[in-house]
């Protein structure tokens, strides 16, 4: 279940995180993401959900990376999505019966919705109109659309908890 | 793609922009060709931050089309001060009026109410945001003194919190012109619209100053605006700067006979009175261009003969 390329982290990893019987493993999450990917998606268990959480395991890739699962839940494309935002390099396992049946990277998405806030106190966003956020995907961070303020680092401080 | 809104010169193509122009242009020749164009047309102002010479220019612009305004009055005493979202007023005057214009201290306040109306709604001012009906005046002014193409422009002042001068430098962009901007380090064109700038034209006509000498002589258009006292962390501050960025006599010295000098206005101490009576000044004709000009704008967003499907090409995208 655990990452096919880091050879060395499989039975390892089964010892800190758990497999899964049905739901997503995110892999590949840049370290001490872990918990800003549950914020992004809006987990924090108050619903039940089984959560495993890895954080700065090794990885021959990013050297050190965190690894979120939760049992029981697909996520959607749309998520996915949102995920490149903090963690462009995740890939995504479905897992159905402990078998992983999709594995998929994020792509970023044009628009984010409802996810993030902006960070400018004079933005009609922040002044409690019936309004979600909405910001553009920029190459390098995110774009307000309302506001045209633009985001290129510390994004997952504007995460909407 | 035909607007139903204006709510930032970003919307606007070339093709646009002249067709605001050259309409403004006919009106300004002969007002009372149009005089009874829109009768029976109520046009409703929103105005959440104090306005004089805007809120005026609309109103006259309604009226010498025929048509007539209601205003929601000062904040103090209407239901905003009750708690009311603006995108709960705006839904209810719409049901009042065939169009809205809306000023309102908050960015990206005019973008999140066109997505609650169906009626044209027109930016008067989004906080530091955008103000694109003045740039229309503005280019109108430029237009007839300067051109609009071959253009070598200085904008100078409060570059920061300007959103005259946001709107103004995208819509600039459409034509050939040098754009230099004058400023203190601490009112610096925001990074977002230079952003923008360099996506726009490629950021070849962009450049950024502290100081006026080093262009004065190249430019054909001087546009001043304001540097506001209150945005200096402490007055010493301001005095240090203030008086780089102020326009008299002696700074013409080093001016083209052509210069044009441009001001949103008010002004303060930004442009000395010996300058209003010389051959330079355009800025209280750029105020009155106000009326023509959004009474052009006005006509193509509230005409159903076609007027409006001008403003782009006629295409719906």
Do not use: W
């Not at chain 2, 103000?131 to 193409?149: F, V």
Request: charged share 30%.
């Amino acid at each position: 279940m655990s990452d096919d390329h880091d050879h060395h982290d499989g039975d390892e990893h089964e010892l800190r995180v758990s497999k899964i019987r049905s739901g997503t493993v995110i892999d590949h999450v840049r370290g001490g993401q872990a918990l800003n990917v549950l914020a992004i998606l809006g987990i924090d268990g108050s619903e039940g959900e089984e959560v495993s959480v890895g954080m700065n395991v090794p990885s021959d890739r990013l050297a050190r990376k965190d690894i979120v699962k939760v049992e029981g839940r697909e996520l959607s494309q749309d998520e996915v999505d949102v995920l490149s935002l903090i963690a462009p390099d995740a890939t995504i396992n479905i897992v159905r019966d402990y078998e992983v049946i999709e594995k998929h990277r994020v792509e970023p998405p044009e628009i984010v919705e409802g996810v993030l806030s902006c960070p400018n106190a004079g933005c009609i966003t922040t002044s409690g109109e019936p309004v979600d956020s909405r910001f553009e995907v920029l190459e390098e961070g995110v774009r307000c659309d309302y506001c045209g303020t633009i985001v290129r680092d510390e994004i997952a401080a504007l995460i909407d908890t | 793609m035909r607007h139903d809104h204006l709510i930032t010169s970003k919307q606007l193509t070339r093709g646009d922009i002249e067709t605001i122009l050259d309409r403004a242009a006919e009106i300004d020749a002969d007002p009372s060709a149009v005089a009874d164009r829109h009768t029976n047309t109520l046009l409703g102002l929103l105005f959440f931050e104090p306005s004089t010479r805007t809120k005026m220019s609309f109103e006259t612009a309604m009226k010498r089309l025929g048509g007539d305004v209601v205003d929601m009055g000062s904040v103090e005493s209407s239901s905003v001060k009750k708690g009311e979202t603006l995108a709960d007023t705006v839904r209810v005057i719409e049901g009042y009026t065939d169009a809205l214009v809306l000023r309102h201290p908050k960015q990206g306040s005019a973008t999140m109410a066109s997505e609650f109306v169906d009626v044209p709604l027109v930016n008067a001012g989004d906080g530091a945001g955008h103000h694109p009906s003045q740039t229309m005046l503005d280019l109108y002014t430029i237009r007839e003194n300067a051109g609009l193409d071959d253009l070598t422009i200085g904008i100078m002042g409060d570059l920061k919190y300007g959103r005259t001068v946001h709107s103004l430098a995208h819509a600039l962009t459409n034509f050939d012109a040098q754009q230099h901007f004058i400023s203190p380090e601490s009112l610096r064109l925001p990074r977002e619209v230079v952003y923008d700038l360099h996506q726009e034209d490629g950021g070849a006509g962009i450049r950024e100053h502290e100081s006026l000498e080093e262009v004065l002589p190249s430019l054909d258009v001087l546009y001043v605006t304001r540097i506001q006292r209150e945005r200096f962390p402490d007055e010493q501050e301001y005095q240090k700067v203030a008086g780089e960025y102020q326009i008299g006599s002696e700074t013409l010295e080093a001016a083209g006979d052509d210069l044009t000098i441009m001001h949103p206005l008010p002004r303060v101490d930004e442009i000395a009175p010996e300058i209003d009576e010389t051959d330079h000044a355009a800025y209280f004709d750029q105020a009155h261009n106000g009326v023509p000009v959004r009474m052009a704008l006005l006509d193509l967003l509230l005409s159903d003969d076609g007027a409006a499907d001008r403003l782009g090409g006629g295409s719906d995208e």
